[in-house]
């Protein structure tokens, strides 16, 4: 069977359970978005309700609202919702700091769990920050810790009784390939190593189950598909068999047991509640909470359905439609060891980007050479999926791409 015409695509759309969703979104006329994986969309509902955080909470109610509107208790409130895409207990979350940030406490806790052992073990061409925050460590603790990057396939292997903690990338940002998670840690656990997953570019995106593969640590970004906005609170999941064995490195007073007390010595809070650090954000707590509630609305196997289906298609596309353009898929061609994005290696990649994006079909370009396209299956169509396919097919056969100024690289890509 072809499904080369688009009234087939047309018909994919009309079929789909999710498609009440797109209209919970802002999507700016015309415009294909695929970049969901780099900043979700805007809910229709986010702007009423940061409009009622910001004039009546802060505006109106003011420090109140700390205890009033429970600002105190987003982190836990907003972290339980997170906590229920990703397989792990309400008590087990909580949104706070960045990615980057909680990379670092999660490295550290691992550290305090395995002794005097002193790798951090991760892959190489992981997302950089997770590898740098590790150097970061490694520079704290005077040399003794050590960053040990192995080749994505070594990993399990390089495991052994020097090896502290062991940092993966669930979803590949790149490739989009999604690594084993239960199969990883028992390999993990069989040599006494902690593992955390970054799930950036899982949560909300593929089921996880983080207590199923008994995981120990997980950290991930609430911009991305949870549709937190830009700079979103990121979240961090701790094991409860390992809370309180745990004095967090960023030992900040929101994370003390009883921070108004304003006592001279540190005490961890109980539970997740130490891995706070400073004063949440609640501007962005409230957005990405806004975003949370869109998408618990939807039960995440159709999203998965979703989402393969809308990759299968793309890569199908491209094959029969831009076959003879010289694109080279660089993620897995088997949905089941996909996450939510598709990617294409392409000697001209940054340019063609360029060229695409500015014919209204948004993805985005990561060095040196790859296409990349995440599919949020809340808002995204199949029609988006054959627009995006025609558009790089007009483009190279108008050679548009080739145009000093698609050359040029922006400070963010
Ligand atoms: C996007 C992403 C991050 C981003 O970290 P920030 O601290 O939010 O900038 C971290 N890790 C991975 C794997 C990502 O994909």
Redesign the pocket.
């Known amino acids: 069977m072809s499904l080369c015409t688009r009234e087939d695509i047309a018909k994919l759309d009309a079929d789909d359970p999710l498609k009440g969703f797109r209209n919970q979104f802002e999507l700016p006329p015309g415009l294909v978005y695929l970049d969901g994986n780099?900043l979700g969309c805007l809910p229709k509902s986010t702007p009423d309700r940061l409009a009622t955080v910001i004039r009546e909470e802060w505006g109106r109610d003011l420090i109140r609202s700390w205890n009033t509107a429970d600002w105190i208790n987003a982190p836990r409130r907003v972290g339980a919702k997170i906590a229920r895409l990703i397989g792990a207990a309400a008590d087990e979350v909580v949104t706070v700091d960045?990615?980057?940030?909680n990379?670092f406490k999660a490295l550290n806790a691992c550290l305090q769990l395995s002794g005097d052992r002193k790798v951090l073990l991760s892959e190489r061409g992981?997302?950089p920050?997770?590898v740098y925050m590790m150097q970061g460590l490694s520079m704290l603790s005077g040399g003794r810790i050590e960053t040990r990057l192995v080749d994505g396939e070594d990993v399990v292997a390089a495991l052994d009784e020097d090896t502290a903690a062991l940092l993966l990338?669930h979803v590949h940002?790149k490739t989009g390939r999604m690594r084993d998670m239960a199969a990883i840690t028992k390999h993990a656990h069989d040599k006494g190593v902690p593992v955390i997953w970054?799930l950036?570019?899982s949560a909300g995106a593929v089921p996880v189950n983080l207590n199923g593969a008994n995981a120990d640590f997980a950290?991930g970004?609430g911009?991305?598909y949870l549709n937190g906005g830009p700079g979103a609170p990121?979240f961090l999941f701790a094991a409860t068999r390992h809370q309180e064995k745990v004095f967090p490195i960023l030992s900040g007073w929101l994370g003390h047991a009883a921070p108004f007390e304003f006592d001279d010595a540190y005490r961890p809070a109980a539970g997740i509640d130490r891995f706070q650090c400073g004063t949440p954000g609640i501007l962005g707590t409230a957005a990405l909470e806004a975003g949370l509630d869109v998408m618990l609305q939807a039960e995440m196997p159709a999203l998965r359905r979703k989402s393969s289906a809308l990759g299968d298609l793309f890569l199908r596309l491209m094959d029969e439609r831009c076959g003879e353009f010289g694109f080279t898929p660089a993620c897995p061609e088997d949905a089941e060891e996909r996450g939510s994005q598709v990617s294409f290696s392409h000697e001209h990649g940054y340019a063609i980007m360029q060229a695409i994006i500015a014919r209204g079909v948004i993805g985005d370009f990561r060095a040196p050479d790859i296409l990349r396209f995440g599919f949020a299956p809340l808002y995204n169509s199949y029609d988006d999926v054959w627009q995006a396919v025609e558009t790089i097919r007009a483009v190279m056969v108008e050679r548009a791409w080739d145009d000093p100024a698609f050359a040029r690289r922006a400070a963010v890509t």
């Open positions: 780099s960045s990615t980057s940030i990379v992981n997302f920050t997770d990338t940002y970054d950036s570019h950290v970004c911009y991305k990121a």
